[in-house]
């Protein structure tokens, strides 16, 4: 009983672990990760649908990846994307540069 609650707890430890590395350190793993085409596709469709509205398409060339966790960190909630289109627009646009 007692072991089984450590181990509960451990699972739960990693698990918080996976997600803060997956929602804080989008830049350290981007490099290393593939993505579908059609995972790119729908990045592609939300970054061209809600970040030309206030403002041109921006580039991703012109900001490196790092920069790009700050900025959408400031332009999802402007466009309004929740944390899932957050992700994957970012991991659109820092798989343009690469
Ligand atoms: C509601 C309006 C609005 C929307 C939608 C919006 N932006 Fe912006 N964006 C701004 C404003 C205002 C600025 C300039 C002031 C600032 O940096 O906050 C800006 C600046 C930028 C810059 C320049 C930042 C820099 O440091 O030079 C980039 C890049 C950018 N936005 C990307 C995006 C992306 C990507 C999206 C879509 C996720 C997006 N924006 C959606 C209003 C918006």
């Given at each position: 009983m007692k072991n089984k609650n450590i181990s509960n707890i451990m699972t739960m430890s990693i698990g918080l672990f996976l997600i803060t590395a997956c929602t804080q350190k989008p830049a350290a793993i981007a490099g290393t990760k593939t993505f579908t085409a059609e995972y790119l596709a729908q990045g592609k469709t939300i970054f061209e649908n809600s970040c030309g509205k206030c403002h041109?398409?921006?580039?991703?060339?012109d900001h490196t990846s790092i920069q790009w966790v700050g900025i959408m960190n400031s332009m999802?909630?402007?466009?309004?994307?929740?944390?899932?289109?957050?992700?994957?627009?970012?991991?659109?646009?820092?798989?343009?540069?690469?």
């Open positions: 041109d398409l921006p580039n991703p060339m999802a909630p402007k466009a309004k994307l929740d944390d899932a289109q957050h992700q994957i627009v970012y991991d659109y646009v820092v798989s343009v540069k690469n």
